[in-house]
Antibody, heavy 119, light 113 residues
Framework: QVQLQESGPGLVKPSETLSLTCSVS????????WSWIRQPAGKGLEWIGR???????TYNPSLKSRVIMSVDSSKNQFSLTLSSVTAADTAVYYC?????????????WGQGTLVSVSS | DIVISQSPDSLAVSLGERATINCKSS????????????LAWYQQKPGQPPKLLIY???IRESGVPDRFRGSGSGTDFTLTISSLQAEDVAVYFC?????????FGQGTRLEIK
């Protein structure tokens, strides 16, 4: 059973950088695409981007200028950095796995971590 | 971006009755060469991450009860819960994976009448 766990600071100051890590257990990070998705309180889901184990990335154009994703296969982890944050970046951040048989849908999700942007 | 619109925004259905949620994409998500619709459905309960219900518009994920059925093609899709159970109270999202960026509908809140 694949499990994902997000970790990182729950509070970030405006204009600073948000950094999160997703730890994957129960399966290899080398077999799939991995994504970050966020959800402001009471709202819908926004796809941030994805990364493959080899390091290739695709970002949402709406966030592309501020997003960097990376992967550490030796630790079975992948990470998100989002720079120049504002209050609009306050959300629950999820990491998720795209089903390895065909890219696109998410069969495993982390529990999510709330990141608040506030001074 | 492909815009996904769900209707209704909220829905109240009696236990044992049918619930129907609609999802419309701004462009077709049907890949004609293999006749597959690049659309998934998720269920999200309070304080939990989304749970995959349906992919390829109509294929139930393993372990999902057969009262959940996905249908539709092209731009118009439907999630039907044939006989509503108390544990089905949740927000339901559809998602397209035909094109990047991946996009989701705004969600439909399902409650018991």
């Amino acid at each position: 059973q694949v499990q994902l766990q997000e970790s990182g600071p729950g509070l970030v100051k405006p204009s600073e950088t948000l950094s999160l890590t997703c730890s994957v257990s129960g399966g290899s990070i080398s077999t799939s695409y991995w994504s970050w998705i966020r959800q402001p309180a009471g709202k819908g889901l926004e796809w941030i981007g994805r990364i493959y184990s080899g390091g290739s990335t695709t970002y949402n154009p709406s966030l592309k200028s501020r997003v960097i994703m990376s992967v550490d296969s030796s630790k079975n982890q992948f990470s998100l950095t989002l720079s120049s944050v504002t209050a609009a970046d306050t959300a629950v951040y999820y990491c998720a796995r795209e089903n390895p048989s065909s890219s696109g849908w998410y069969d495993y999700w982390g529990q999510g971590t709330l990141v608040s942007v506030s001074s | 971006d492909i815009v996904i619109s769900q209707s209704p925004d909220s829905l109240a259905v009696s236990l044992g009755e049918r619930a129907t949620i609609n999802c419309k994409s701004s462009q077709s998500v049907l890949y004609r060469s293999d006749n597959k619709n690049f659309l998934a459905w998720y269920q999200q309960k309070p304080g939990q991450p989304p749970k995959l219900l349906i992919y390829w518009a109509s294929i139930r994920e393993s372990g999902v009860p057969d009262r959940f059925r996905g249908s539709g093609s092209g731009t118009d899709f439907t999630l039907t819960i044939s006989s509503l159970q108390a544990e089905d109270v949740a927000v339901y999202f559809c998602q397209q994976y035909y094109d990047s960026p991946i996009t989701f509908g705004q969600g439909t809140r399902l409650e018991i009448k």
